[in-house]
């Protein structure tokens, strides 16, 4: 099915937050792509990095702007003039949720707010507004459609729990037309070595053994340049505000299975290790993740492009090239 158009990315002025990071600058090159006017709004940092937008080909043909979603002053600056805003910004480590839980009600909850006032004030079009599969919790049913019991088994995933649901409130109570896209675990190029993959990666580039949290959970994973285009495709479909969508592949594998295919395309032979330090507490460790897809397909069009196999094939080549930029062995919140 293809889906009814309310865009063309030419020469729209769009606002993507959280831009330096792993899907943001992913996003903001494919904005570039497609003809967009593109502002990035990237976290200020007193050595004034762009994150990974200070490595992309197409840095010089975006405004950048370095600022906080905390702070509305900066949101009203980077909002004006703006068509349709992406919101990615937001504090995503599960482990240090644990550790800092009122930061991420800052700027997650409090964030997602800011954005959202802010586009009201300054006319924006069009809001896209971030999510997460955490919000699920333990899959109850499997697939996980977008009506699934949501549930916070983390301060993380509670988090984006407030946030999506100020993201509903302002739609329903201001009329802010906002999609809320829901990425299943997304991988590739530029993600931060907190997360599964780059880990199982860079301590087997370092012929070490692969140490791991709990290795039963299953997760549903997405090859960033599918996720990408899901944010785009809900972006052009008018039928998608007020929706939440989940954006996965409708799959799943076990960190065991995930990480005995790594090694094998990578044709090493290693143990795999479970730590204590790496594992998350009981109650809190979501054990089964996998998605309906359903509304995405028949609502946007969207489809995944990438076989697991050929988008862990990228990945691994990108941090093979890339490895100066990880600390192997270091477990990272």
């Known amino acids: 099915m293809v889906p009814d158009l309310v865009v063309t990315?030419?020469?729209?002025k769009v606002l993507v937050t959280g831009a330096g990071g792993f899907i943001g600058s992913h996003l903001?090159?494919?904005?570039?792509?497609?003809?967009?006017?593109?502002?990035a709004l990237i976290h200020y940092n007193s050595s004034g990095s762009?994150?990974?937008?200070?490595?992309?080909?197409i840095k010089h043909e975006v405004e950048v702007i370095?600022?906080?979603?905390?702070?509305?002053?900066?949101?009203?600056r980077a909002l004006s003039g703006v068509d349709t805003v992406f919101h990615l910004a937001a504090l995503i480590a599960i482990p240090y949720s644990y550790d800092a839980p009122l930061s991420y009600i800052r700027t997650n909850v409090e964030g997602t707010l800011n954005v959202l006032q802010s586009a009201i004030r300054n006319n924006v079009r069009l809001a896209v507004h971030t999510s997460t599969s955490e919000v699920y919790g333990t899959a109850r049913c499997i697939p996980i459609s977008e009506d699934h019991p949501l549930q916070g088994q983390s301060p993380y995933s509670a988090s984006k729990i407030g946030a999506d649901k100020i993201a509903e409130s302002v739609h329903l109570s201001f009329g802010l037309p906002v999609i809320t896209v829901r990425p299943f675990n997304t991988y590739g190029p530029r993600q931060s070595?907190?997360?599964v993959i780059p880990t199982i990666i860079t301590q087997t580039l370092a012929d070490e053994p692969?140490?791991?949290?709990?290795?039963?959970?299953?997760?549903d994973l997405n090859y960033v340049e599918d996720t990408v285009e899901g944010f785009i495709k809900a972006a052009e479909c008018i039928k998608a505000a007020g929706q939440v969508i989940n954006l996965g592949s409708g799959s799943e594998i076990s960190i065991k299975?995930?990480?005995?295919?790594?090694?094998k395309l990578m044709k090493k032979d290693l143990p795999i290790?479970?730590?204590?330090?790496?594992?998350?507490p009981e109650g809190s460790e979501v054990e089964r993740l996998c998605a309906d897809n359903e509304k995405a397909r028949t609502l946007l069009g969207w489809a995944p492009r990438f076989t697991l196999e050929d988008g862990l094939t990228r990945t691994i080549e990108w941090i093979s090239e890339n490895k100066e930029k990880f600390r192997s062995g270091v477990y990272v919140v």
Do not use: C
């Not at 762009?50 to 080909?57: A, C, I, K, N, P």
């Not at 290790?273 to 998350?280: N, T």
């Open 66 to 76: 370095p600022g906080d979603v905390r702070d509305r002053d900066t949101l009203d």
């Open 50 to 57: 762009w994150g990974w937008l200070d490595q992309s080909r």
């Open 28 to 39: 903001v090159e494919r904005l570039v792509e497609l003809g967009s006017s593109v502002r």
């Open 9 to 12: 990315w030419d020469s729209k």
């Open 193 to 195: 070595a907190r997360a």
């Open 273 to 280: 290790v479970s730590e204590g330090e790496r594992v998350r």
């Open 210 to 219: 692969i140490r791991l949290g709990n290795l039963e959970p299953t997760r």
């Open 257 to 263: 299975e995930l990480t005995a295919l790594i090694l």
